[in-house]
């Protein structure tokens, strides 16, 4: 079956760095999706960024510039690279993956989910 799992949340400094990283099994993005979503508190899921399999990427335009979505197929996990954090990137993070995405930043669209690191930014 599908497995996702993140790892690399923490608690970091406004101005610092973070990278996720979500291991991907029973799945493999050659013909679908990837993306990354966040939820803060009191807020609804949003899209932060997505990859298809032919690394294409796209990005939410509060995080353009500071963060870049990536994928290492040898090695099946997607990566998110956080750089310049503000307070308001506070919040869970979320791998998902889906064969059939009609709009990236879209959650019900995809298919699988990972579980979810938490990123806090003071």
């Known amino acids: 079956h599908v497995q996702l799992v993140e790892s690399g949340g923490g608690t970091v400094q406004a101005g610092g760095s973070l990278r996720l990283s979500c291991k991907v099994s029973?799945?493999?993005?050659?013909?679908?999706?990837m993306g990354w979503f966040r939820q803060g508190p009191g807020k609804k899921r949003e899209g932060v960024a997505a990859?298809?399999?032919?690394?294409?990427?796209q990005y939410a335009d509060s995080v353009k510039g500071r963060f870049t979505i990536s994928q290492d197929n040898a090695k099946n996990t997607l990566y998110l690279q956080m750089n310049s954090l503000k307070p308001e990137d506070t919040a869970m993070y979320y791998c998902?993956?889906?064969?059939?995405?009609?709009?990236?930043?879209?959650?019900?669209?995809?298919?699988?989910w990972g579980q979810g690191t938490q990123v806090t930014v003071s």
């Open positions: 029973g799945y493999t993005n050659l013909h679908g999706c």
């Open positions: 990859i298809d399999s032919g690394d294409f990427t």
């Open positions: 998902a993956a889906g064969s059939r995405i009609r709009a990236w930043s879209r959650a019900a669209d995809y298919d699988y």
